[in-house]
């Protein structure tokens, strides 16, 4: 979706958000170039409460209007989730049922040529050096129902606005954040393949794999093995489709 077919809701987002981010940080943006045209699945590493902020105005500042999900329970709240619903945002439901009714959503949304940015993490790392953690596999189903690109997000900064680790908020003004989008990642091998749990769960380190060795990139050090919530780690060394 251009700006210029932005609705009253999403250009007032714009005008409280974006100003705001302008003062707050101080952008190093590059790799815009691979978000700029057609449907794109967008899949940014979690380090921050406040990357969320950060990755829209990245996607933005690209030409995209960024479209979330975000937890179902908040599109329940009065107001907030009315104008959630407004801003094209979409709420991720749980249950086999409700689960089918949001991949339609985002279905939906790619059909229309839209930036659909998804954490395939799903929460905020738990890694304590805050590199990516093992992904789910949403993204990975949503690519093999769609064929369209995925693209990853990679970024650094956001944790020094608000600290996950301490749940600190940094209020001073510009604070450096790095945002990297790169090329698509080859899922080739499993064009028109049955998304059975394996076939999901490859894509995903594939996905995941990426953004780790891109967010190294960025951030300097030696990255780990990708970490599992609940403390155990993934498979050691890099997934044999990573280097594709």
């Given at each position: 979706m251009g ?22 940080t ?11 045209h057609?449907p794109?699945?967008i899949v940014p590493?979690?380090i921050s ?9 990245y ?5 995209r209007w960024?479209?979330?999900?975000g937890?179902?329970s908040v ?5 907030i989730?009315w ?8 709420p991720?439901e749980?249950?086999?049922?409700d ?5 339609d959503?985002?279905?939906k949304?790619?059909?229309e040529g839209?930036?659909v940015i998804i954490y395939?993490e ?5 890694e304590p ?9 949403g993204a990975a189903?949503l690519a093999?129902?769609t ?10 900064g956001p944790?020094?606005?608000?600290d996950p680790r301490?749940a600190?908020?940094?209020p001073?003004?510009r604070i450096?954040v790095?945002?990297?989008a790169?090329?698509p990642i080859?899922?080739?091998r ?8 394996q ?6 380190d594939v996905?995941?794999l ?7 990139e960025?951030r300097g ?7 599992q919530?609940g ?6 060394g890099?997934h ?5």
């Amino acid at each position: 979706m251009g700006r210029r077919r932005l609705g009253f809701w999403q250009w007032l987002a714009v005008v409280l958000v974006k100003p705001a981010m302008t003062v707050w940080t101080r952008r190093t943006w590059r790799g815009m170039e691979h978000l700029r045209h057609g449907p794109v699945i967008i899949v940014p590493n979690h380090i921050s409460h406040a990357d969320p902020l950060v990755c829209a105005h990245y996607v933005y500042d690209a030409g995209r209007w960024p479209q979330f999900l975000g937890k179902a329970s908040v599109f329940k709240v009065p107001v907030i989730g009315w104008i959630l619903h407004r801003c094209r945002q979409i709420p991720v439901e749980r249950g086999s049922v409700d689960a089918a009714r949001s991949l339609d959503a985002l279905v939906k949304a790619l059909d229309e040529g839209g930036a659909v940015i998804i954490y395939p993490e799903g929460t905020t790392s738990r890694e304590p050096d805050l590199w990516p953690m093992k992904g789910k596999t949403g993204a990975a189903r949503l690519a093999l129902v769609t064929g369209a690109p995925v693209i990853p997000l990679a970024m650094w900064g956001p944790e020094r606005i608000f600290d996950p680790r301490r749940a600190r908020l940094n209020p001073r003004p510009r604070i450096p954040v790095t945002v990297v989008a790169g090329p698509p990642i080859d899922l080739s091998r499993w064009a028109g393949a049955t998304p059975s749990r394996q076939v999901l769960e490859e894509m995903t380190d594939v996905i995941m794999l990426r953004l780790r060795d891109m967010l190294a990139e960025i951030r300097g050090g030696t990255p780990p093995p990708l970490w599992q919530r609940g403390g155990r780690r993934g498979a050691e060394g890099q997934h044999p489709e990573a280097a594709a």
